[in-house]
């Protein structure tokens, strides 16, 4: 059974940080890249980051490159996402999950439950 649960979404006003969690759980860590993806009301899901469970390479989507930055904790089996410089555009329900490497978008049926980012002023 896959098992994704994401924490540490909340509101802030741009310029502001967060920092994502997730753990996941073994079956599905063991996959070859996990990472985040978001869907804001009304778009079409985006992925944002991935990062390959063995080996530590990442990508990152063009609009959060040097802002975002996506990190690993295997052995607790813990996926992170260090959001600087917010913007109102980054607001979206981000999801953890399994995914495709090179575009964070997610793998069918591997994502978690979400955790919702908000930026305003």
């Known amino acids: 059974q896959v098992q994704l649960t994401e924490s540490g979404g909340g509101s802030v006003q741009p310029g502001g940080s967060l920092r994502l969690s997730c753990v996941a759980d073994a079956s599905t860590y063991a996959k070859t890249c996990m990472g985040w993806f978001r869907q804001a009301p009304g778009k079409e899901r985006e992925g944002v980051a991935s990062?390959?469970?063995?080996?530590?390479?990442?990508y990152y989507t063009d609009s959060v490159k040097g802002r975002f930055a996506i990190s690993q904790d295997s052995a607790k089996k813990s996926l992170y996402l260090q959001m600087n410089s917010l913007k109102p555009e980054d607001t979206a329900m981000y999801y953890c999950a399994a995914v495709y490497c090179r575009s964070a978008i997610p793998i069918a049926g591997y994502w978690g439950q979400g955790t919702q980012v908000t930026v305003s002023s």
């Open positions: 990062i390959y469970t063995r080996g530590g390479g990442t």
